[in-house]
């Protein structure tokens, strides 16, 4: 087992290669990748079996437990997702702009590899395959640091995509799986910034507030969803019930369900009863303030923390406004940059809610849940960024890019 500043330097040795392979190379690699998943599956199941059992003696809740679970279908998924990368157009090498200066320098501007990715992820081990895909279609070494609950999954994962490389010609060091679970490899991994270029938790909140708050390595924040739905006096009822049960009740546990509601007061007496009636009958508990709660009384009491929690849990918060600048407001003050939308006829209304609310995907009349790389017809995602700069909302192969000037020039002087 290497310690992690030898892990750093083979990434950075294997970045170089990596940024060199062609398209060709890169997608036949892919292939054989997939195919070995399938492959090895029986030992996947086993190492994951054997995750999945230690989180149970631990006390872990089922939907964490789901969220850890390997099948067969979810290995074939995972190789699918492999083949469905390979298939995808490389965009390294892609010119983004290309200008002549009067002084007869021709300035081009191209996509090259970032060079290595450091993911600290928690939980899901598909994420150990999804990260390998990506991270190397777009030509970059990624070194990959799961939690300890999916520590054997993640291993035989990433022998089985190491192997892979190896039978390819391409050096096994473009992925790399830490293996020590320890807290003191991790935050080694966070300041390892002379062989890492960029660092990516994809996890919970108190993950994503530790890496930043900890890592010398650049970081991109991804992950944390606090998502509203915003009901408006012009809504239609009988959509807004459709969003709102899909957004929250269709996978508890990612990212881009709803977990607040914000509804106009005009509509509230005869709104709530029906949404109340949608969501109980699904086992969602909601935790409403008090102008919700006087017309629906079987709904909880909410603490001023409910407001702003992303439960990943059958509990929804509930807000009453009196108009659409107090629910935009509402959700600038509680979200956390992920997915908001707005249910309305009006287009004014839609339209205001657009330009003001903050959020890296604005929505009207359509359910939080499509923010994802492979619904916005990116084909994959490494995951959801909510932040500003470099990259936001689902960053799929582009987002794994940087760009490099070249200059061609014929003797010019400053």
Request: aromatic share 4%; proline share 2%; with cysteine.
């Amino acid at each position: 087992m290497r310690e992690i500043t030898e892990m750093g330097k083979c990434a950075n040795k294997a970045s170089r290669v990596c940024a060199l392979l062609n398209e060709t190379k890169k997608n036949e690699v892919l292939l054989a990748a997939a195919d070995r998943l399938e492959q090895n599956c029986k030992d996947i199941l086993a190492e994951n079996a054997m995750d999945v059992f230690s989180a149970r003696e631990k006390g872990v809740n089922e939907i964490m437990i789901d969220r850890l679970s390997l099948t067969k279908a979810r290995v074939s998924a995972m190789a699918d997702g492999l083949r469905q990368v390979a298939g995808l157009k490389d965009p390294v090498g892609e010119l983004v702009s290309m200008e002549r200066r009067p002084n007869g320098l021709e300035i081009i501007n191209r996509r090259v590899p970032i060079g290595v990715i450091g993911i600290i992820y928690e939980s899901r081990p598909n994420v150990t395959a999804d990260a390998f895909g990506l991270c190397f279609k777009a030509g970059n070494a990624v070194i990959l640091k799961g939690g300890s609950d999916a520590i054997r999954s993640n291993i035989v994962i990433g022998k089985v995509l190491r192997e892979a490389l190896t039978a390819s010609g391409v050096t096994e060091d473009i992925i790399q799986v830490v293996e020590d679970v320890s807290r003191e490899t991790t935050a080694k991994l966070m300041r390892l910034s002379e062989y890492v270029d960029v660092l990516i938790p994809r996890g919970g909140a108190g993950l994503i507030k530790a890496v930043k708050e900890n890592s010398t390595v650049p970081v991109i924040e991804t992950g944390t969803g606090n998502c509203h739905i915003y009901v408006d006096e012009s809504a239609d009822f009988d959509m807004a019930l459709s969003i709102i049960d899909n957004a929250k009740t269709s996978r508890l546990s990612v990212c881009n369900a709803c977990e607040s509601l914000v509804v106009h007061g005009a509509v509230a007496e005869k709104f709530l009863p029906l949404l109340y009636g949608c969501l109980d009958k699904k086992g969602i508990t909601m935790r409403a303030d008090e102008k919700a709660r006087a017309v629906c009384p079987g709904m909880e009491p909410a603490k001023e923390e409910d407001f702003g929690t992303e439960y990943l849990d059958r509990l929804i918060s509930v807000k009453v406004v009196s108009d659409i600048g107090e629910a935009i407001e509402h959700i600038n003050r509680y979200n956390t940059g992920h997915s908001e939308a707005i249910v309305t006829r009006d287009y004014a209304s839609a339209m205001r809610f657009l330009n003001e609310v903050d959020a890296a995907a604005v929505y009207v009349n359509a359910s939080t849940r499509f923010t994802d790389g492979e619904e916005f017809g990116f084909g994959a995602e490494i995951g959801i960024s909510t932040q500003k700069l470099h990259a936001r909302g689902p960053m799929g192969l582009k987002a794994l890019t940087t760009t490099k000037y070249v200059v061609f020039g014929n003797g010019q002087v400053r």
